[in-house]
């Protein structure tokens, strides 16, 4: 089946860091990329839905110059958490799929801890 | 009023009970449908799609009643390994143009010896 490798899986870093989330579609073209984040206990979150080659679309909510957003290619996101600060701490996870309709593949989490 | 809601749960169950997971979905436009699975910490798993004309697989039957916007998940014959949370998953139209993905709260799911 399809795969979607997303690396790191866990990262610790000093408040004030910027920590970047790599998502790749191993076996497929990735025209839709999603970014959600989970907290404990909680549902996953949509953070933005991605497109190759255009501006992601954030969710109400969501600061785009906090969360940096790229998708330049058809297998490749990265989402770029900037100056983060203990409450940014949080399980992170990213999606992909080839076409509306088709199936979301997840990537496996990334756990960052912002001390 | 959340886009995709579901049974808030938890719902403990012993093994070999028949539960009955029930989402509910605001856009009328929602396009496609789905339930995935996801264990703690770990990434979600899809379970199955929805299709109005409704869908088994072995232990597990998946319903979608558009009218009402509604769907729903029946798990027979639980077992132990089926504890976990469930999530509805919607495909809606974005107010962008483009289209998105939606999860559901989940609902978890204990079933005991």
């Known amino acids: 089946g399809a795969v979607v490798s997303q690396h790191p899986s866990w990262v610790i870093c000093k408040s004030g860091t910027s920590v970047k989330i790599e998502c790749r579609s191993l076996d497929f073209q990735a025209t839709t990329m999603f970014w959600y984040r989970q907290f404990p206990k909680q549902s996953l979150m949509l953070m933005a839905t991605s497109n190759e080659g255009s501006k992601a679309t954030y969710e109400q909510g969501v600061e785009k110059d906090k969360f940096l957003i790229n998708h330049a290619s058809l297998t490749l996101s990265t989402l770029t958490v900037t100056s983060a600060h203990p409450e940014d701490s949080s399980f992170y996870i990213c999606s992909a799929r080839a076409g509306f309709g088709e199936k979301l593949f997840f990537g496996s989490g990334t756990q960052l801890s912002v001390l | ?113």
């Open chain 2, 1 to 113: 009023r959340k886009e995709v809601e579901q049974d808030p749960g938890p719902f403990n169950v012993p093994e070999g009970a028949t539960v009955a997971f029930n989402c509910t979905y605001s856009n009328s436009a929602s396009q496609s449908f789905f339930w995935y699975r996801q264990d703690c910490r770990k990434e979600p798993k899809l379970l199955m799609s929805v299709y109005s004309s409704g869908n088994e697989d072995g232990r597990f039957t998946a319903q979608l009643n558009r009218a009402s916007q509604y769907i729903s998940l029946l798990i027979r014959d639980s077992k132990l390994s089926d504890s976990a949370t469930y999530l509805c998953v919607v495909n809606m139209r974005a107010t962008s143009g483009g289209f998105k993905t939606i999860f559901g709260a989940g609902t978890r799911l204990f079933v005991k010896a």
